[in-house]
């Protein structure tokens, strides 16, 4: 069921990539650590630099401590002061630190469209097509609520290229979501505001009943406020959708929707990962 992991990243041969990062625990903690708000590695490596840890709460499970005392992978250790020592130290270059940072204010009503035109007849409220999804159109819940809510498994409908076997498959929300988070804060980057080409072109799941590789393709229905959003990007197959569906994605939330296929399918993997992880360095 689980296909193996797309991202090129998994090709990398230097062994200090994978060092220090334990997805399950990154978001296991974001959850665990709901009552003491939100801290994972990624949030410690994009404070401020003059920032002090000793205000943060301390550290929990020995998971998240080993986590917190290694450095993300792009910090040379030479570079990078102990996590642990509240000194303030020169920030190291930082290639993932997002632009609200460095500001207390949040931005992202500003780089956001204020007026949406809807046809007539349509209404911003929709009945959520999924359990997972919001009443807002393009929108789905929080990791924070799908845990309370004790949702853990995104299931989806797929059809087989060769032997065109529909069928429905799950995938585990925290596992998958750390797998692109991770792929995110890795390569953004490199990115430079456009889709990889391995979300351009996504690699599809085995079909279940022949075998056949790269074929489950994800089934996308006709009325795009059914679309499997969260499914669709937890399989990293956000690059399915036509530039059209992209584009609705975009539209009911609030981004900029121009531009070609490259750029609003990145915008689409983002805003996603900041609907799951509101505190997450997802910001354009
Ligand atoms: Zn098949």
């Known amino acids: ?10 090709s990398n041969s230097d062994s200090s990539f994978h060092l220090g990062w334990n997805p399950n625990a990154l978001y296991n903690s974001i959850i665990g650590d709901l009552s003491l708000g939100s801290l994972s590695p990624f949030h410690i490596a994009t404070l401020p ?18 986590s917190l005392s290694l450095p993300p992978p792009e910090f040379s250790a030479a570079a990078l002061p102990p996590l642990v020592a509240a000194a303030p130290a020169p920030a190291p270059a930082r290639r993932y630190q ?4 460095s500001s207390t204010k949040p931005r992202k009503k ?6 949406l035109r809807l046809k007539k007849g349509k209404s911003e409220t929709i009945t959520p097509p999924y359990e997972w999804a919001t009443n807002r159109r393009a929108t789905v819940h929080t990791l924070h609520y799908l845990d309370f809510k004790k949702i853990h498994e995104i299931k989806g409908e797929v059809q087989c290229r060769r032997c065109e076997s529909r069928y429905e498959m799950g995938f585990d929300l ?10 995110v804060w890795e390569n953004r980057g490199e990115m430079a505001d456009r889709a990889p080409e391995v ?14 590789e790269n074929s489950a393709k994800p089934v996308i229905p006709r009325s795009k406020k059914a679309i499997n ?27 900029h929707r121009t531009g070609a296929k490259d750029r609003v399918l990145y915008l689409t993997y983002l805003s996603l990962c900041k609907q799951l992880d509101p505190s997450g360095p997802f910001d354009r």
């Not at 925290?174 to 792929?183: D, R, T, W």
Request: net charge positive.
């Open 49 to 66: 630099p003059s920032s002090s840890l000793e205000h943060l709460p301390p550290p929990r499970g020995g998971l998240q401590r080993q």
């Open 1 to 10: 069921m689980n296909k193996p992991p797309t991202n090129p990243s998994d």
């Open 110 to 115: 500003n780089s956001s469209s204020p007026s």
């Open 98 to 101: 997002p632009r609200q940072s």
């Open 229 to 255: 959003w969260l499914f669709l990007l937890l399989g990293q197959m956000l690059g399915c959708c036509t530039l059209n569906q992209l584009r609705y994605f975009c539209k009911h939330t609030r981004h």
């Open 199 to 212: 979300w351009m072109n996504p690699s599809l799941p085995t079909c279940r009943y022949c075998g056949q």
């Open 174 to 183: 925290i596992k998958k979501f750390s797998e692109v988070a991770k792929f």
